[in-house]
């Protein structure tokens, strides 16, 4: 059972409604549940790094900083589509 954690930014106020669906999520996909983060992203990263957790559950696609990492893209096609950045939404 992968382990997942929510991360709520610490900006986004009320919290509960963006923690309920992140749970929500986190049933659904059968994560054990390690709690939630408040802390800024490069904590969050560097429990990914660490082995720590396997999953990272965001409630909006905002959320996340633009420049984070660890990043994943998906290279075009031979049929000469551009590359495109994958959103982590489209990975599950």
């Known amino acids: ?9 610490a900006h986004i106020e009320p919290s509960e409604p963006a923690v309920a669906r992140c749970l ?4 659904r996909h059968s994560y054990r549940f390690a709690g939630t983060m408040r802390a800024p992203w490069e904590t969050v990263e560097q429990t990914m790094i660490d082995g720590e957790v396997d999953v990272v559950v965001i409630a909006d696609f905002a959320h996340l ?3 984070r990492s660890p990043r994943i ?5 031979p049929d000469g589509d551009e590359d495109r950045a994958v959103p982590d939404s489209q990975l599950n």
Do not use: K
């Open 73 to 77: 893209e998906l290279a075009s096609a």
């Open 24 to 27: 929500s999520h986190l049933r």
């Open 65 to 67: 900083p633009p420049d």
């Open 1 to 9: 059972m992968e382990i997942a954690v929510i991360w709520i930014p």
